[in-house]
């Protein structure tokens, strides 16, 4: 005589917190595809004369973002410089793996990488172009960059003339590099 195995019954509950769980990260993707494309927009489109922490300009906003895109893109150009741009492909790389559900288990670490990349470059951008103005609240490279900056070319003051070009030269090359290297 056979006799039948009976299949357990399914767990509804699992399987309403897996779906659950699989909802959020589909919105959790559209929602950063979504911030993502605000900011690249707003980067791109930021224009001195916005209205922003730092500047006083009129409510005529000419970031195509409106007025939160200016402030926006102020903000990340005032502390990143023009590497802020550098943070669109990580945003997308990460809306991405959430929307197809691959495991991410080191985005912070990409994330601090990325940053310390962000901040070489713009390291290089301002000690190469140091003292130029271009119409970015805080130069090539950012807040802090300009400070990097300004404690490199004080610690370059003690070299002598011939070592002072040769450093310098490094000095750009090596962030440059170093912080391509880190993005990728």
């Given at each position: 005589?056979?006799?039948?195995?009976?299949?357990?019954?399914?767990?509804?509950?699992?399987?309403?917190?897996?779906?659950?769980?699989?909802?959020?990260?589909?919105i959790?993707?559209?929602?950063?595809?979504?911030?993502?494309?605000?900011?690249?927009?707003?980067?791109?489109?930021?224009?001195?004369?916005?209205?922003?922490?730092?500047?006083?300009?009129?409510?005529?906003?000419?970031?195509?973002?409106?007025?939160?895109?200016?402030?926006?893109?102020?903000?990340?150009?005032?502390?990143?410089?023009?590497?802020?741009?550098?943070?669109?492909?990580?945003?997308?790389?990460?809306?991405?793996?959430?929307?197809?559900?691959?495991?991410?288990?080191?985005?912070?670490?990409?994330?601090?990488?990325?940053?310390?990349?962000?901040?070489?470059?713009?390291?290089?951008?301002?000690?190469?172009?140091?003292?130029?103005?271009?119409?970015?609240?805080?130069?090539?490279?950012?807040?802090f960059?300009l400070?990097?900056?300004?404690?490199?070319?004080?610690?370059?003051?003690?070299l002598?003339?011939?070592?002072?070009?040769?450093?310098?030269?490094?000095?750009?090359?090596?962030?440059?590099?170093?912080?391509?290297?880190?993005?990728?």
């Open positions: 005589m056979a006799t039948r195995i009976s299949k357990p019954a399914a767990d509804w509950r699992e399987t309403m917190r897996l779906s659950l769980l699989r909802s959020g990260a589909l959790g993707a559209a929602a950063l595809l979504l911030f993502t494309a605000i900011y690249a927009l707003a980067i791109l489109t930021y224009s001195p004369a916005d209205p922003a922490l730092n500047s006083a300009a009129s409510a005529v906003s000419g970031n195509w973002m409106g007025k939160l895109g200016a402030y926006l893109s102020d903000g990340m150009l005032f502390l990143i410089g023009l590497p802020a741009i550098l943070l669109v492909p990580l945003l997308l790389i990460f809306a991405r793996r959430l929307w197809r559900d691959v495991p991410q288990p080191n985005w912070k670490r990409q994330l601090l990488l990325c940053l310390s990349g962000m901040l070489l470059i713009g390291f290089g951008m301002a000690h190469w172009q140091h003292g130029s103005s271009i119409g970015l609240p805080a130069g090539w490279g950012g807040v960059a400070l990097l900056d300004n404690g490199a070319v004080s610690l370059m003051e003690s002598g003339d011939g070592w002072r070009g040769a450093v310098r030269l490094l000095l750009i090359l090596g962030s440059l590099f170093g912080g391509i290297a880190l993005v990728l």
